[in-house]
Nanobody, 122 residues
Framework: QVQLVESGGGLVQPGGSLRLSCAASGSIFSINTMGWYRQAPGKQRELVATITSGGTTNYADSVKGRFTISRDNAKNTVYLQMNSLKPEDTAVYYC????????????????WGQGTQVTVSS
């Protein structure tokens, strides 16, 4: 099995910063793309940012210039640095990863974390 555990959410004032972390553990041979998604109340889950194992990044237009995604491949961990936070960033943030579980498996399976709440409010 593979587990993704997020941490770092919380309550922050507009203009503030938070750093989310997501550590993958379990039966892992390699991880391809890792990413962050978010879901606000009454809305669909949406992409925030992704990063490949080689470091190529992709961001939603709404967070470009404010959020930075990074990863530590040795620790199977992905980070999301969120600056200049706005009330509309309020959501549950979910970690996602494409994991190859063993050398004998040539395919990647997709996994989700349990989510961490980010609330931006004064």
């Amino acid at each position: 099995q593979v587990q993704l555990v997020e941490s770092g959410g919380g309550l922050v004032q507009p203009g503030g910063s938070l750093r989310l972390s997501c550590a993958a553990s379990g039966s892992i041979f390699s991880i391809n793309t890792m990413g962050w998604y978010r879901q606000a109340p009454g809305k669909q889950r949406e992409l925030v940012a992704t990063i490949t194992s080689g470091g190529t990044t992709n961001y939603a237009d709404s967070v470009k210039g404010r959020f930075t995604i990074s990863r530590d491949n040795a620790k199977n961990t992905v980070y999301l640095q969120m600056n200049s936070l706005k009330p509309e960033d309020t959501a549950v943030y979910y970690c996602n990863a494409d994991v190859r579980r063993s050398w004998s498996r040539s395919y990647y399976s997709n996994y989700w974390g349990q989510g961490t709440q980010v609330t931006v409010s004064s």
